[in-house]
């Protein structure tokens, strides 16, 4: 990293949120990766928006990361800099049946203020892992449920540092993916629509899917959720089954026994490890069904 690219970083943030050589298995859900050369936290939109202007006019290598919950990063780790947008960006307003969430809070707590709140819509993301931001991006979605239904409006920063604005139908929401994610804005603020409801309603809705995750998934072992995208016409978890590879391994790396659509990090497993069970998952499907099975997961390198 030039000398003078970390110069200018260090002027626009503290000291204490610039960190060297940073083990990135701490910031994914699959616990694996090596090192991120720099890492940076996030605590405004300032810092967020001078960093970006800064890097596209530089060419300085860089990549946007919120909970890490769909990213498998290289085991030779990432030779540019992390921004990550989370625990320091995630402030939670409520007003009347609108909910105004930064783009670093979990999805989990954002559903939990909901339920506060009396308000429901965000059940089904209560047990998803990611951010509020990343969430959007994607579209993330479960048990019938998605972002692009209680989402209003979404504030963002292209990366080019220009503040942006895009109202539900604007985001052009479809399966996994949306606006953001084509455009490449990082976003910032998300106001959701949701509606009044019944406290114990809401509660018992949200034990109920915690309850069908925890006897459906793997979620005691490290993993980042769904590993495939949902094939047109099929479930990848079946089409994973059917071709007997139910159990599967490479290294520390297993397709689950209770839920094939999830590669699990079964204990120490290295990313080398799960991108090569994941490309026999693809060849074997591909294979036997004549079905491409697209990633969920993103592979820095």
Do not use: W
């Not at 540019?80 to 960006?89: K, N, P, Q, S």
């Not at 109920?208 to 769904?226: C, F, I, M, T, W």
Request: aromatic fraction near 8%.
């Amino acid at each position: 990293m030039r000398g003078e690219i970390i110069t200018e970083i260090e002027r626009i943030l503290p000291a204490g949120q610039i960190l060297r050589d940073e083990p990135m298995s701490r910031h994914t859900t699959f616990r694996t990766g090596g090192r991120a050369a720099l890492f940076l936290e996030i605590k405004t939109k300032q810092e967020l928006q001078k960093l970006l202007t800064f890097f596209q006019e530089s060419g300085t290598k860089y990549f946007v990361v919120g909970n890490g919950s769909n990213l498998l990063v290289s085991d030779a780790g990432y030779d540019g800099v992390i921004i990550h947008i989370a625990e320091g960006f995630s402030k939670i307003g409520v007003a009347g049946e609108k909910m105004t969430v930064q783009a670093g809070a979990l999805l989990g707590r954002a559903a939990s203020a909901a339920l506060e709140h009396s308000l429901t819509g965000l059940e089904f993301a209560s047990g998803i892992p990611g951010c509020v931001g990343g969430a959007v991006v994607m579209n993330a979605g479960a048990y019938e449920g998605e972002m692009s239904q209680v989402v209003d409006r979404v504030r963002g920063i292209t990366f080019e540092g220009k503040e942006v604005e895009f109202s539900n139908r604007e985001l052009n929401f479809g399966y996994r993916k949306s606006l953001l994610r084509q455009e490449k804005i990082v976003a910032t603020e998300v106001e959701f629509q949701l509606a009044g409801g019944i406290r114990k309603e809401i509660s018992s809705k949200m034990a109920d899917l915690a309850e069908r995750r925890r006897v459906k998934q793997p979620l005691e072992y490290p993993s980042a959720g769904s590993t495939f995208k949902r094939p047109e016409g099929y479930f990848a978890g079946k089409l994973i089954m059917d071709a007997g590879l139910r159990g599967a391994s490479v290294g520390g790396a297993q397709v689950s026994e209770k839920h094939c659509g999830f590669i699990i990090n079964k204990g120490g497993a290295t990313a080398a490890d799960i991108r090569r069970l994941m490309e026999e998952v693809q060849n074997r499907v591909r294979v036997q069904f004549g079905v491409e099975l697209e990633p969920e997961v993103i592979y820095l390198e």
